[in-house]
């Protein structure tokens, strides 16, 4: 047994409250349109017409103007309730229809119903009022069924079913089942929106991250379970930590993809807490994730697997904690031509899907570049670098043996910034440079890159070619 | 009378071979490591050298002076490994990884770990980068790893326990890691890495009809000289086989 509600008058969210009330299962067909599975519930509240009195009775008490049918599908149960919704007064008595008879009660309906619960698209939208809802009288099949002369739902179910396919296909097929009051699909039950959320209250405060550990596990095991029951990983993991002092520190971890596992989420949350530590001692632990679908990984027999993002984000995690905040992760070629310009992004590989490639190459010259230019003493003769002396321990200067030069480049000079000696390079750099570049090697064989800065004159070693 | 004193040698080698005596541990070796088992360098004569490539789960070094060319070959071995859907990893001791040479060398850059270090004071810079390398190989799945202490002074690299190599050696004994130390000096004296001791020297060119070249004569070199690249020797060190010969490879300035 089916059972539907068609909101009139009234709160849509009101409406859910008046289904939830009698069963858990439902379908939200629609805002205001709501089908409900009702097996079962004879044996709890009685015969169906006291189920629908008390459909009725739960609606009236919300300040709600229900239409309210039940069928044996839901399919019919939908279409008398749509019906009734429209056409009969507000004081007309829930319609319930004896399983089997379905066909013949939805047979004097209007054809227009089928279009309506057809497209879910031509309902209105969420903010308009219920009774602004209009059947899609524009739909196709509909025009093609009223130019064949059929005005009722019995008209259409009167047909042959094969006939009807052969000329409009499928789809055709489809109103015709509807038609007939029949059901095309099962169900679809909402599921409730839930919480993943742990929390925790200590009877003495902690302090220190090895006590906190264990809380963390605690409240993370239960969570990974309900996550792995419902088929969820973590999007973003909440931690809040209530202090002695009445203050609350939260921290939130997105993390690079969804995951579940308790001691991984646990070290990510204490290798955070590691360089943003709570600043009292700890009174409760609040832990909440915001759930997302679970991954679904396939594995390649020919390729190597790569390290999971659980591994790489901790391993990444514990990286931060010993170089430092941004300081690892992938390269990327920054686009602009000032030089040593870069970009850092998150590691994350993706699987290889094209097949790998083991073709030799010819290698090339790199150059170990100064992030920090190092500032030099270049002596020239006639413009050219005949010495140079180099103001870093460790870095031999000497003579020049052989030079190739000068390169001139420059840029950001339209920026107001003025030109800096030295012109710092790399990330987030946005000074203007104009120099003149020089490679050259000196007698211990090294070849360095070095540079004058036309604005001050000041020589600087940018890197060493190796 | 010769043959027929060969005649009891040949039946004692039958016997010996019929229950598996013949062999020492040196020979039970395979003869030639497969692919898998070694991480290529991505230079064709230096491969066929190392019958494929560094060695997967030991410790080599690429050992040379500045301008010897060891960068040139670490960017070669990390775009080979990348190429091959491999994922690596460069622990930068100094900051001194320049993004525009390794995306020139066709280093797949996305599936580069880039591990940033800061460097000074050196004694410091270098701790913290030996924490960073200990991390990624127990972390597991990279094809290659790499800690570059080219620029480490000696004193720093003096100071150093001599169980660190060691320490590293076990960690990374049985993966499918080839990990690799760049250096100025033989570090990690692995029995089962392999060292690549380089020797550069540079070579200039005049490009002709290139406009954007320079504009003034250089030193002992004509008007539009540029540097075209460095001639590179490369001499292998394995604790297991004797190289005497030296491989002359060319790399070049794109």
């Known amino acids: ?31 205001g349109d709501l089908a409900l599975d009702l097996a079962g519930l004879t044996r709890l509240l009685g015969h169906p017409h006291a189920l629908a009195r008390e459909l009725r009775r739960s609606a009236a008490a919300r300040g709600l103007h ?12 939908r279409l008398l309730a749509r019906h009734a919704g429209r056409v009969v007064t507000a004081a007309a008595a829930p319609i319930v229809v004896a399983p089997g008879a379905e066909a013949a009660v939805v047979a004097p309906l209007p054809l227009a119903l089928v279009a309506d619960i057809e497209e879910p698209s031509t309902l209105a939208p969420s903010n308009a009022l219920p009774h602004d809802r209009t059947v899609a009288p524009s739909h196709d099949l509909l025009s093609t069924f009223r130019r064949w002369g059929l005005q009722t739902l019995g008209d259409l179910a009167a047909l042959p079913a094969d006939a009807v396919a052969t000329r409009l296909g499928t789809d055709g097929l489809r109103w015709h089942r509807l038609a007939e ?73 997105e993390l690079p993809a969804p995951m579940r596992d308790a001691r991984t989420l646990r070290t990510l949350l204490l ?24 991954r679904v990984l396939q594995f390649s027999l020919l390729q190597r697997p790569l390290p999971s993002p659980e591994q790489l984000s901790t391993l990444t995690a514990r990286l931060t904690a010993v170089m430092g905040e941004g300081r690892c992760g992938s390269p990327m070629v920054a686009d602009s031509w000032r030089p040593g310009a870069f970009e850092m992004k998150p590691f994350s590989p993706t699987p ?85 570049e020089w490679d050259v090697t000196l007698g211990d064989g090294a070849t360095y890159r070095i540079h004058r800065d036309r604005a001050t004159g000041a020589w600087f070693v940018e890197g060493i070619y190796d | 009378m010769a043959n027929h004193a ?27 490591p497969s692919a898998e088992a070694a991480a290529a360098t991505g230079i064709a004569r230096l491969d066929e050298v190392l019958r494929g490539g560094l060695p997967r789960g030991q410790l080599s070094e690429i050992v040379g002076a500045r301008s010897s060319g060891r960068s040139a070959v670490l960017l070669q071995l990390v775009a080979a490994a990348t190429r091959r859907g491999e994922i690596a990893a460069l622990v930068d001791t100094f900051d001194q ?18 591990i940033r270090g800061i460097g000074s004071p050196p004694d410091r810079a270098v701790e913290r980068a030996l924490k960073a390398l200990n991390l990624v190989l127990q972390a597991g799945g990279f094809g290659v790893v790499t800690i570059d202490l080219a620029d480490v002074p000696a004193s720093a690299l003096r100071a150093m326990p001599f169980t660190t190599w060691l320490r590293v050696q076990r960690t990374v004994e049985g993966s499918d890691t080839a990990c690799v130390i760049v250096g100025p000096q033989p570090l990690g004296r692995s029995a089962g890495g392999l060292t690549l001791m380089l020797d550069g020297r540079p070579e200039y060119s005049r490009p002709q009809g290139s406009g954007l070249r320079p504009q003034t004569e250089a030193r002992g070199l004509g008007p539009g000289a540029c540097l075209s690249g460095v001639d590179l020797a490369v001499r292998v060190v394995s604790p297991r086989r004797q190289l005497d010969d030296e491989i002359r490879v060319r790399a070049d300035v794109r």
């Open chain 1, 1 to 31: 047994m089916f059972g539907a509600l068609y909101l009139v008058d009234g709160s849509a969210d009101a409406l859910l409250e008046v289904a939830r009330e009698v069963t858990p299962r439902f379908e939200i067909c629609g805002r």
């Open chain 1, 66 to 77: 229900v239409a309210i049918a039940m069928a044996g599908t839901c399919t019919a149960a």
């Open chain 1, 181 to 253: 009051g029949r059901d095309l699909r099962p169900l679809r039950p909402a599921v409730a929106e839930e919480r993943f959320e742990q929390a925790l209250d200590l009877e003495w405060p902690i302090e220190g991250l090895e006590p906190l550990s264990f809380v963390l596990s605690r409240l993370l095991e239960p969570l990974a379970a309900h996550l792995e029951r419902r088929g969820r990983g973590a999007a973003v993991l909440h931690l809040r930590l209530h202090l002695v002092t009445r203050a609350v520190h939260e921290r939130s971890l």
């Open chain 1, 271 to 294: 290798l955070d807490l590691e360089s943003h530590p709570a600043p009292a001692a700890i009174d409760r632990v609040v832990v909440a994730v915001d759930p997302t679908p679970a």
């Open chain 1, 352 to 436: 290889n899907l094209q097949a790998p490639t083991s073709t030799s190459r010819t290698p090339t010259v790199a150059l170990r570049r100064f992030r920090q230019p190092v500032s030099a003493r270049v002596r020239t003769n006639e413009g050219t670098p005949v010495h140079v002396a180099i103001d870093r321990r460790g870095l031999d200067g000497g003579c020049v043996e052989r030079c190739a030069g000068p390169w001139r480049t420059s840029g950001d000079w339209w920026k107001n910034d003025p030109p800096v000696g030295g012109g710092v390079v790399g990330v987030g750099s946005c000074r203007a440079w104009d120099r003149d």
């Open chain 2, 6 to 32: 060969l005649a009891p040698l040949a039946l004692l080698e039958t016997a010996l071979r019929a229950r598996k005596l013949d062999r020492t541990l040196t020979t039970t070796l395979p003869a030639r």
């Open chain 2, 97 to 114: 990884f320049d993004v525009a040479s390794a995306a020139a060398a066709d280093v797949d850059l996305t599936r580069l770990l880039w």
